[in-house]
């Protein structure tokens, strides 16, 4: 009797062991040959579940995504919402430069338009969005979410000397 195969649940394992390739050598620096071999499959194997690299980078989005929907986020405490959003920042400040240099390799020569209708960026989006709507409360998580990636992204750029409590007063201004 021929052995039956989950198509679904092999395709999401696929997906779940690729992403850190993806984390690790780029988006412009992976074929689907170089992912195969370091997946232990053919390449057919590959192709047969993911006809494109583009659409194994958004199944790897799918599976990332679907981990941090189901994650914890901090709890506001009676100090507010600025509490929970500065340990929102610090659980995503060790991934970030890795994830950055990732993201602005594969959206490389995009238009701001193809940016913004792209499959695995309105996916990311959405589920961080979501995540700061609830550890923020705010009214326009879009503008914490501009707070949190621009910390971030200037803690990065500095070697990590800008404090988190650089958050504080302007997250306060948001209420």
């Known amino acids: ?12 394992d696929i997906a779940q062991r690729a992403a ?12 689907m040959r170089r992912i195969a071999e370091e997946l232990g499959l053919s390449k057919s194997a590959l192709y047969h579940y993911f006809p494109t690299k583009k659409s194994l980078f958004l ?9 941090v929907q189901t994650e914890e986020v901090p709890e506001q405490t009676d100090d507010g919402a600025a509490d929970a959003v500065i340990a929102f ?22 238009t701001a338009r ?18 700061v709507e609830k550890v923020s409360g705010a009214a326009d998580p879009d503008a914490v979410m501009c707070l949190v990636m621009g910390t971030l992204l200037m803690r990065h750029f500095t070697g990590g000397e800008l404090p988190y409590e650089t958050l504080r007063p302007l997250l306060d201004n948001l209420r």
Do not use: V, W
Not at 59 to 67: H, L, N, V, Y
Not at 97 to 104: N, P, T, W
């Open 59 to 67: 199944a790897c989005t799918e599976a990332i995504m679907k981990d």
């Open 114 to 131: 193809e940016i913004a209708a792209d499959p695995a960026m309105r996916l990311a989006n959405g589920r961080l969005r979501q995540q």
């Open 1 to 12: 009797m021929p052995k039956q195969i989950d198509h679904d649940a092999h395709r999401r």
């Open 20 to 31: 850190p390739l993806f984390s690790e050598m780029g988006y412009s620096g992976l074929g």
């Open 89 to 110: 920042a610090r659980k995503h400040e060790p991934g970030f430069a890795r994830e950055m240099a990732l993201l602005f390799d594969y959206l490389r020569g995009k």
